[in-house]
Every structure is written in C-alpha cells, then in structure tokens.
C-alpha cells in the first residue's frame, strides 16, 4: 500500500462509502414509484414523464462523462462530498412538486451520482482491494431498491407521498455527508489525492469476453430495467385501470429486489455462462411482460419484471468486472465512469423514444416494440459473450 495510505483509518471509510454510495443512489429511484401520481397530478402523459425520468440520465451522462478523465478522479474524497451535498439540494428542489422541479431536481440527481459513482469506485477499490472491484454496479442496484421501496411505501401508506421521501432521504443524506467528512479527516490532507498507481491484485480473470462486450451488456442491463420504471407502471396505472400505486409499482419492486439476487449470484460461478444466462433472462422478461400487459394479467407482469430484474442485476455487474479487470484504483474511477456514461445514456435515449412511441401507439402497442427491438439485441450480447470468452480461454481449462 502507498504512503498515501498508510495513516487511513479504514474502519472508518471502508464502511462509510458503500453506504454513503448506495445513500446517493437511492435519491433518484425516490420519484420512479411516484410517476403515476405525477402523470394524474399534473396533468403529465407518457411522453413528458418519460423526459422527466430521463432529465435525470442525461445529466449524470454529461457529468460522468466529464469525470471519466482520469485527471478529474484524482480527488474522489472532495468529490464525493460535493455528491452528497448536491442529493440534498436535489431532494429539496424535488420536493416543490412541480413540473420544472421535477426536471431540474431530476438533473441535480443525475450530476449528484455522476460525482459519486467515480470516486466511489476510486476509494473503494484503494481501501480495500479486488473485492470492492464492482462496488459501483452493486451500489447502484441496492441504491435502487432501498429508494424505490421506500418511495413506493410512503406513497401508498404515509402523508405528503410527494414531500415525505424527499424529507427522509435528504436527512439521511446529511448524516451520510457527516460520516465521509470525518472519515476523511482521519485520512491526512495530502491523501485525498490518489497515487497513479496502487499495489492491488489486478490480475485478469482468463474466462473474460472482449471489453466493448461488458459495455453492450451495461446498456442493455440499464435500458431493460429504465422501460419498466418508466413504462410498466404507466400501463399498470392506464391500461390495467388501478389506481394503487403499490400494484403499479410491484413490477419496478420485483424487478430492483431481483436485480440483488441477480447481481450476488455471480461470484465465483464461470462469467460467460452467467453472462449468457444474464441476456436470456431479460430476453425472456420483456417478452412475458408485453404478452402479460396485453392480456391484462399483472401477477405475470410481475413476474416477467422479475426475470428482467435478475439479468439486469447479474449482467451490470459482469459487465462492470469485465470492462474494468485489472485496472489500479485511479483508472478504475474513470472506466466505471465511463462504463455507468454509456450505460445510462443508451438507456435516457432508449426510454425517450419508448416514451414517444408509447404516447402515439398506445402503452401495450409500445411495449410490444419495445420487445421486438431488444430481444434481437440480448441474443446478440448472449452469443458474443459466450463465443469471446471460448475463444480466449484453452479448450482443455
């Protein structure tokens, strides 16, 4: 370990940046539940919400794509305070309620995790090793379900479902900024800038596909799972006639809780038959879920979210360790920044056009197409994956 290191406390960050990370994320998975209540409340159709949700993508695809300079991840401890500020000021904006709000708090949420997801990777990976090496993919899953669940609760069973998540979560958010300030204090001054190089395991794993493979399966992971935050609900709430928004939103809960189960499945077990399954599974997914809207069967929905889920959270994670094996910390925080960039942008330009089309087809029409145009895609990503890593590794291993 560097000398930069070498008067860290890690007890200390080491527990506090998965948490603060995973608090960061929550933010923008607060108004995902809530859009139905949005799209009657203000008068919102498919098309506007699905700009609001992707306001969001778009600002955390320019700010990651700013931090992916290796330059800008060289202070991740100033950083990912400013990320942690930046959520509260987010959640405060959000709160208002309104149409703009929605969009610029959205924003704000979008360059509050594009500072964190690099400096996250960056601290985690020089704190405590290979194992933290896909810390930003299981952050952003567990981030994901924590704020969606909470979102989704308060709405159905708490007062002010517009107000009281924003409130919880910039509280929360604060006492998450108080613990990194005084963990990196006991960090010395110097040290918040990272070493070029640090003395970490950055061995290659041998059964690994082609980089830009790892990167195709990020963003078919993001676009799969930003459709049904951002549309299954929409055709729950309309074309399923419910008001409830715990059954609208059962479909975006089933598919974060199995996008966990999906992403902790994966140690240890071969990366190219988990990356193949990772595609089948959300292959399968957006087929029963078009099949299951069109017919009116929510608990199906349900289910097919749930397969989209545990592809989308076993393939951004592979798809993470493959597109960064065996990178030093500091290069680490520039690849999962560019890794979550192109990720979140195919998804923001994805569920845009999903939006578009549903508003002018119909909400069962659109995700019929939306199947038809992905399906193709995850079976392209499934053969590669699995194709690449045979041609790289020996047929007697």
Same mark, same amino acid.
């Given at each position: 370990?560097?000398?930069?290191?070498?008067?860290?406390?890690?007890?200390?960050?080491?527990?506090?940046?998965?948490?603060?990370?995973?608090?960061?994320?929550?933010?923008?998975?607060?108004?995902?539940?809530?859009?139905?209540?949005?799209?009657?409340?203000?008068?919102?159709?498919?098309? /506007?919400?699905?700009? !609001?949700?992707?306001?969001?993508?778009?600002?955390?695809?320019?700010?990651?794509?700013?931090?992916? @300079?290796?330059?800008?991840?060289?202070?991740?401890?100033?950083?990912?305070?400013?990320?942690?500020?930046?959520?509260?000021?987010?959640?405060?904006?959000?709160?208002?309620?309104?149409?703009?709000?929605?969009?610029?708090?959205? %924003?704000?949420?979008?360059?509050?995790?594009?500072?964190?997801?690099?400096?996250?990777?960056?601290?985690?990976?020089?704190?405590?090793?290979?194992?933290?090496?896909?810390?930003?993919?299981?952050?952003?899953?567990?981030?994901?379900?924590?704020?969606?669940?909470?979102?989704?609760?308060?709405?159905?069973?708490?007062?002010?479902?517009?107000?009281?998540?924003?409130?919880?979560?910039?509280?929360?958010?604060?006492?998450?900024?108080?613990?990194?300030?005084?963990?990196?204090?006991?960090?010395?001054?110097?040290?918040?800038?990272?070493?070029?190089?640090?003395?970490?395991?950055?061995?290659?794993?041998? /059964?690994?596909?082609?980089?830009?493979?790892?990167?195709?399966?990020?963003?078919?992971?993001?676009?799969?799972?930003?459709?049904?935050?951002?549309?299954?609900?929409?055709?729950?709430?309309?074309?399923?006639?419910?008001?409830?928004?715990?059954? %609208?939103?059962?479909?975006?809960?089933?598919?974060?809780?199995?996008?966990?189960?999906?992403?902790?499945?994966?140690?240890?077990?071969?990366?190219?038959?988990?990356?193949?399954?990772?595609?089948?599974?959300?292959?399968?997914?957006? !087929?029963?879920?078009?099949?299951?809207?069109?017919?009116?069967?929510?608990?199906?929905?349900?289910?097919?979210?749930?397969?989209?889920?545990?592809?989308?959270?076993?393939?951004? @994670?592979?798809?993470?360790?493959?597109?960064?094996?065996?990178?030093?910390?500091?290069?680490?925080?520039?690849?999962?920044? !560019?890794?979550?960039?192109?990720?979140?942008?195919?998804?923001?330009?994805?569920?845009?056009?999903?939006?578009?089309?549903?508003?002018?087809?119909?909400?069962?029409?659109?995700?019929?197409?939306?199947?038809?145009?992905?399906?193709?895609?995850?079976?392209?990503?499934?053969?590669?994956?699995?194709?690449?890593?045979?041609?790289?590794?020996?047929?007697?291993?």
């Amino acid at each position: 370990m560097s000398r930069a290191n070498s008067g860290l406390s890690p007890r200390i960050l080491s527990a506090t940046i998965p948490v603060a990370f995973v608090v960061i994320v929550a933010g923008p998975n607060l108004p995902n539940p809530l859009l139905p209540l949005y799209g009657r409340t203000l008068g919102l159709d498919p098309a /506007d919400l699905s700009i !609001v949700y992707s306001s969001f993508l778009i600002a955390l695809t320019i700010t990651l794509a700013a931090m992916a @300079r290796p330059r800008m991840q060289s202070r991740p401890g100033a950083a990912l305070v400013a990320a942690l500020l930046m959520a509260v000021v987010a959640d405060l904006v959000l709160s208002l309620a309104t149409h703009p709000a929605l969009i610029v708090g959205r %924003a704000l949420n979008g360059i509050s995790l594009g500072l964190g997801t690099g400096a996250a990777a960056s601290l985690a990976l020089a704190l405590r090793g290979e194992r933290a090496r896909t810390l930003a993919a299981t952050g952003t899953i567990v981030g994901a379900v924590v704020g969606s669940i909470i979102a989704v609760t308060l709405a159905q069973f708490g007062p002010a479902p517009l107000i009281a998540g924003y409130a919880i979560h910039a509280a929360v958010t604060c006492a998450a900024l108080i613990a990194v300030i005084v963990g990196l204090v006991r960090w010395p001054r110097s040290s918040w800038a990272l070493d070029r190089q640090v003395a970490i395991n950055t061995a290659v794993p041998r /059964d690994l596909p082609a980089r830009w493979t790892g990167y195709l399966m990020g963003s078919l992971a993001w676009i799969s799972g930003g459709i049904i935050v951002a549309l299954v609900p929409l055709a729950i709430s309309q074309d399923l006639n419910t008001t409830s928004l715990l059954i %609208a939103g059962l479909g975006t809960i089933a598919l974060l809780v199995f996008a966990n189960i999906g992403q902790f499945s994966v140690g240890g077990r071969s990366i190219r038959h988990m990356s193949a399954l990772a595609m089948i599974c959300m292959g399968a997914g957006v !087929v029963i879920i078009a099949a299951s809207v069109a017919a009116g069967l929510v608990p199906f929905v349900v289910l097919g979210c749930a397969f989209v889920g545990f592809g989308q959270g076993a393939g951004y @994670r592979l798809g993470l360790r493959i597109a960064s094996a065996g990178l030093t910390p500091r290069l680490q925080g520039g690849r999962a920044s !560019v890794y979550a960039c192109i990720s979140y942008a195919a998804c923001a330009l994805f569920v845009i056009a999903g939006g578009e089309v549903a508003t002018r087809v119909g909400l069962t029409n659109g995700l019929w197409i939306v199947a038809a145009v992905l399906t193709p895609l995850f079976v392209v990503a499934a053969s590669t994956a699995s194709r690449r890593a045979r041609e790289r590794v020996p047929q007697h291993e």
